[in-house]
Each structure stands twice: as structure tokens, then as C-alpha cells.
């Protein structure tokens, strides 16, 4: 299903970039952050630890074909515009609801990061009922358990990387990593808790 996603969305993304070229050079704040500081990858095992025990056998979002929401993201120009920042061969389309509201989730890397930057995954949280763009945020994790279902309520968990990475020394075999989990709260993210890991390279 993912290549099939990849495959529609090229076709889509051609429309797009035909109606807002001139947008394609724009570039979030929050990209700029990271965009002077080295890219490195990684594989980080303690993301996957920590996924298993958040998430376990809770209900986490499902990937889709996106052809079947193909008019609401026609209709929505953040939708638009957001796509033409991302990379279409790094996009998944996920669904997930809690029995009250349904949710349109796009997840990709974007095209013009540099640095640190490249290595975050923007995901882009969209309200099916009403068409309307909700947040974006940013993390180190694509994996899909990020979002779940918990009592109705639907979480999601962010991986950035530690305070300590960014000011003190940087120990690449030992990463410093923060986990932070929100909460739906009408239409926005609420915080409910964080945690510091130290994250060993897996090679």
C-alpha cells in the first residue's frame, strides 16, 4: 500500500508544485534550529523500547491509501502547501479515532532540511469532519505506535534529542533523548509528561 501511496501522491504533488511553486523555498522556524548542526542517523533501539511499552497492544494509527481522502486534500490549501515541503518518498498516511473525532495523520521529512534537521520527521495532524489542519510537530520517530488510543483518549509520543546534546558534549554512542507525550485536548496537543533517556547507537 505504500508504494501505491507513493505512486498517487506523485501524480498529486506534480499539481501541486504547479500551484504554489513559489512557495517551495519556504522553510519553518523550526527547521532552522537544527539546519546549522551535522546529520547524523541512527538506529535508537530505546525508541522502539519505549514504543512497546506506551503503546503495546493499544490501537495505533492505520496506515491508509490516501486516494480516499485525495478531494479533502484537493480542497485544503495547508494541506497543499505542506505537501510541497515534504518528501513523497518519505510520506505515510495514517487514520486513527477515538469514537468522537477522526484524524487525517501525514508524516514525511522535507525537502529542503540540512543538518540535524534531516533526521526529523514532520507530522501533520488533520481533522477529517471538519477539513481543518490542527498541528504540526516535529520527531525522530516515523513509527506509527507514536499515535494510540488509550480510554478514548488519543495520545502521542515525540522523540527529540536531549538538552544536553545541543549544549554540553556530544557522546554519539550515547545520546541523550527526550520523550514527550500529549494528549488530545480539543484541537491542540496537551503535554502530560516527559522522560530523559540515554540512547546507545545500534550498529
Known amino acids: 500500500m505504500e508504494g501505491q501511496n507513493r505512486i498517487i501522491f506523485g501524480i498529486f504533488l506534480s499539481f501541486v508544485s504547479i500551484c504554489i511553486s513559489c512557495k517551495q523555498d519556504k522553510k519553518i522556524t523550526i527547521n532552522r534550529e537544527y539546519s546549522n548542526m551535522e546529520s547524523v542517523i541512527y538506529n535508537l533501539p530505546c525508541i522502539d523500547s519505549v ?39 518519505e510520506l505515510s498516511v495514517y487514520t486513527i479515532n477515538n469514537n468522537v473525532v477522526k484524524y487525517l495523520i501525514l508524516s514525511s521529512t522535507m525537502i529542503d532540511a540540512t543538518g540535524l534537521a534531516t533526521n526529523f520527521y514532520h507530522w501533520l495532524f488533520i481533522d477529517i469532519t471538519n477539513e481543518k489542519v490542527l498541528e504540526e510537530t516535529l520527531s525522530l ?20 534529542y536531549g538538552d544536553e546534546f545541543y549544549h554540553g558534549n556530544r557522546d554519539y554512542l550515547n545520546l541523550p533523548i527526550t520523550t514527550v507525550e500529549y494528549i488530545w485536548d480539543g484541537n491542540k496537543l496537551e503535554k502530560i509528561s516527559s522522560m530523559n533517556l540515554i540512547c546507545s547507537e545500534e550498529r
Open 141 to 160: 520517530s516515523k513509527d506509527r505506535r507514536s499515535c494510540f488510543v488509550e480510554d478514548n483518549i488519543i495520545h502521542f509520543i515525540v522523540f527529540k
Open 51 to 89: 514504543l512497546q511499552v506506551k503503546c503495546g497492544t493499544k490501537e495505533s494509527m492505520k496506515l491508509v491509501n490516501v486516494r480516499d481522502y485525495m478531494e479533502l486534500v484537493k480542497r485544503n490549501e495547508k494541506i497543499k502547501e505542506w505537501l510541497s515541503r515534504m518528501n513523497e518518498d
